[in-house]
């Protein structure tokens, strides 16, 4: 199992351009999250899908959209990026099934450095 | 929303050094998991622990769900145990779906 993989690793884009980051999960889990993480502080939590085709909003999702098409993936789109967005970007999947008892440990991956200028 | 406080904030210690960070929360929660973010900027799952205790090698933590507090023990330190630890709560009611809301942060300095 690959876990959670995201992609691109690094980008650099100018003010008022837009991109996806793409991350995708191999462990069947419902539920993905994308988490934004500033200098010395802990994660944020941006936008959560609880399943397929559905999305919902976190504690910061001003200037950011996604779409869970399928299972396995979640995008996290910035229409048109602002300096303020430059952070590192990590997204993240969770709950199982594991003997008749739920699981909500959630698994990272391993981020993306996003940098406006 | 939930408040997570995490002490302290910065902590230095000589490797074989023993060591417990401490990390309150503000209301109930049915997730709690604590996470080393190593030098190069990886999140790693220690535990996953909203109640009871659990040990994995020289880590260990407690969950103290009555009283809202969890203590992550780390003993016999080595260099590779620097980086910053990080607890992060789902408060109950959520379902598992709210996602996780993250303290600060103990920054740990392992020294040769």
């Known amino acids: 199992n690959a876990g959670v993989t995201q992609t691109p690793k690094f980008r650099v884009l100018k003010t008022g351009q837009s991109m996806t980051l793409l991350c995708a999960q191999d462990m069947n889990h419902e539920y993905m999250y994308w988490y934004r993480q500033d200098p010395g502080m802990g994660l944020r939590l941006i936008h959560y899908s609880v399943g397929e085709g559905t999305t919902a909003k976190g504690e910061v999702p001003d200037g950011y959209n996604v779409s869970r098409l399928k299972k396995q993936n979640f995008l996290l789109g910035l229409e048109s990026a602002a300096p303020s967005q430059t952070s590192v970007y990590f997204c993240?999947?969770?709950?199982?099934?594991?003997?008749?008892?739920?699981?909500?440990?959630?698994?990272f991956g391993p981020g993306t450095r996003l940098t406006v200028l | 929303g939930i408040q997570v406080e995490q002490s302290p904030p910065d902590l230095i210690l000589q490797e074989g050094a023993n060591s417990t960070l401490r990390c309150n929360f503000s209301d109930s929660v049915n997730n709690l998991q604590w996470f080393h973010q190593n030098p190069w900027g990886q999140l790693i799952n220690l535990f996953y622990i909203p109640s009871g205790t659990k040990q994995n090698g020289r880590l260990s933590a407690t969950t103290v769900a009555t009283e809202r507090y969890s203590l992550l023990y780390i003993s016999s330190s080595q260099t590779t145990d620097s980086g910053v630890y990080f607890c992060a709560v789902e408060r109950s009611g959520g379902g598992g779906a709210d996602g996780l809301t993250f303290g600060k942060g103990t920054h740990l300095i392992i020294q040769p």
């Open positions: 993240a999947s969770s709950y199982s099934l594991a003997g008749g008892k739920e699981v909500y440990t959630q698994y």
